[in-house]
């Protein structure tokens, strides 16, 4: 009788181990078909949204302490290092191209709530043809 409970108890976990393994396959398979969404971001270079785990290539200048920063934006992996086809990089304040070597010039605000704002000034072609 003993060996009739325990060969039912062996069958028991081995069936319970295949249900969840199968349930666990299944949720891999339909997370690994769903698309990567965009997220609310887009590249102030090329104007494309950023999808989820993609970031945006700065640099920030001085101590982090301050609340008002100089910082660069070179892009983002649609458009720097290198571009891919069909996207092109436009400065949002002079509206022209802006090359391969080039970037953003913008300030970095950092609140006191923990959020960081981001201004914009333009291209380093149009802040150098401004200077002259």
Excluded: W
Excluded at 76 to 92: E, M, S, T, Y
Excluded at 99 to 128: A, E
């Amino acid at each position: 009788m003993e060996i009739v409970f325990l060969f039912a108890a062996i069958l028991l976990i081995i069936f319970a181990l295949s249900y969840f393994a199968f349930f666990k396959r299944k949720s891999k398979k339909t997370a690994e078909k769903e698309p990567s969404r965009p997220t609310l971001v887009n590249c102030p270079l090329c104007g494309l949204p950023l999808l989820k785990g993609q970031n945006i290539i700065s640099k920030v200048y001085r101590p982090m302490n301050v609340p008002d920063q100089r910082c660069t934006v070179s892009g983002c992996p649609n458009c720097f290092p290198v571009c891919k086809a069909g996207v092109k990089r436009i400065c949002p304040v002079c509206a022209k191209t802006v090359p391969q070597d080039g970037y953003l010039v913008s300030r970095l605000f950092n609140r006191t709530q923990g959020k960081k704002h981001v201004m914009i000034v333009g291209c380093n072609q149009c802040l150098h043809n401004e200077v002259k």
